[in-house]
């Protein structure tokens, strides 16, 4: 069974590649400066920072649970706290190279970043799912980096904390530019999603699922089209202009709204086959999408 290490600290992971710490919070590490037998140790690590990896390296491949990252040269990934890694390399010679930008939690205590972080979603997006970068990109995200570097670097004053935490935002700033840069650009992937999504949500209403597992929920969209939930609805949003739950729910009214002419059905019967375990949760969610209950429109029309 493999051992996953746990690092809590970004000091403990400095320790384990042999590099110094020179802030406890936060750390850029250039990998060139990793001496590669000290990289082939570590194997699966669970760090308890955040962690944004840019890759240079040749002969490496990072995994998320058993499927490989979509991670190329000249690609970043990021990881959230609590998130399993491992590290192989791929046979031949190992070459480290790249950069890494951790941060601690605690950093960002008092800040306003603590309470934005949840907004860059791209921490929990999962395997495939990696930001390839332009050559111009990359030249932003290396300056940021350096920025950073800097920073760290230097006696602490007054005026430290708040320049690190304003040029990690703008870094993630940066990054949500670019994917949404990728979602537009990276056609192999995105394209012909929504009708995916509509091909999924058809079927689904047409089996006997709703009845056996209720109304289907983003996770389960996603996990069907092998995306991460942060990644497809980020995804739908960009695409469709509204959240993935919107558009399942806009979808279920659809399907409810043609059904319910069906007069030799009863409402309840209705919100059953749409996978409601209580018909007053259904007419709920059709007033407040159609503004009047199943019954009104029934008669209404």
Partial sequence: MEKIGIIKTISDYNKIIGLETVH?????????????????????????????????????????GRNNYDYQEGSLIFIAPNQVINIQDDGDDYEPNGYALLFHPDL??????????????????????AL???EKEKQIILDSF??????????????????????????????????DRQFMTRDNYN?????????????????????LIGTPSVAY???????????????????AGKSAQEYIHSKIIDIAKERIFDTTKSVSQISNELGFKYPHHFARLFKQKVGITPNEFRSTN
Wanted: glycine share 2%.
């Fill in 24 to 64: 406890p919070l936060v750390s850029v590490i250039d990998f060139s400066k990793v001496k590669a037998n000290k990289q082939r140790e570590v194997e699966a690590l669970n760090f308890g920072f955040y962690s944004v990896f840019f890759k240079e390296a040749k002969n490496c491949t990072l995994k998320y």
């Fill in 108 to 129: 960002l205590l008092r800040t306003s970043l603590a309470h934005n972080i949840k907004e860059y979603s791209f921490f929990l997006y999962s395997v495939r799912e």
């Fill in 132 to 134: 390839h970068l332009s």
């Fill in 146 to 179: 350096r920025k950073i570097e800097y920073e760290t670097s230097r006696p602490i004053d007054k005026h430290s904390k708040e320049l690190i935490i304003s040029n990690i935002e703008l870094f993630l700033k940066y990054c949500l530019r670019f994917y």
């Fill in 191 to 211: 394209i012909g999603i929504l009708e995916k999504l509509e091909f999924l949500l058809n079927n689904y209403f047409d089996s006997e699922k709703p009845q």
């Fill in 221 to 239: 969209c996603a996990s069907e089209l092998h995306l991460s939930s942060n990644y497809f609805g980020d995804l739908i949003k960009k695409e």
